[in-house]
């Protein structure tokens, strides 16, 4: 099994900055993309952005210029980088990966249990 931690959520003022982390442990071959999604209560998960092994980022049209997805493949570990902090960007922010256990396995999706980030006015 993979699992997935997320760190880093709380409360912070609009204008302000939190950064996530997310670390996947257990069997672990290879780890290709990662990605930040998050939900609001009642609406759909929403892709925040993603990196690839590689390290090429992309993101959500709301969050570009403030947003920044990181990670170091040595450690499995995703970041996420968030400034400029408004109240709409209030969620459960989830981590994923997608990853290989082995040379022969495929790739499946895991995901994190979620981290709550909210952002008062």
């Known amino acids: 099994q993979v699992q997935l931690v997320e760190s880093g959520g709380g409360l912070v003022q609009a204008g302000g900055s939190l950064r996530l982390s997310c670390a996947a442990s257990?069997?672990?071959?290879?780890?290709?993309?990662m990605g930040w999604y998050r939900q609001v209560a009642g609406k759909q998960r929403e892709l925040v952005a993603t990196?690839?092994?590689?390290?090429?980022?992309s993101y959500a049209e709301f969050v570009k210029g403030r947003f920044t997805i990181s990670r170091d493949n040595a450690k499995n570990t995703v970041y996420l980088q968030m400034t400029s902090l408004k109240p709409e960007d209030t969620a459960v922010y989830y981590c994923?990966?997608?990853?290989?256990?082995?040379?022969?396995?495929?790739?499946?999706?895991?995901w994190g249990q979620g981290t709550q980030v909210t952002v008062s006015s």
């Open positions: 994923n990966a997608a990853v290989r256990r082995s040379a022969l396995s495929g790739e499946y999706e895991a």
């Open positions: 257990g069997l672990i071959f290879r780890i290709n993309a």
């Open positions: 990196i690839t092994s590689f390290g090429i980022s």
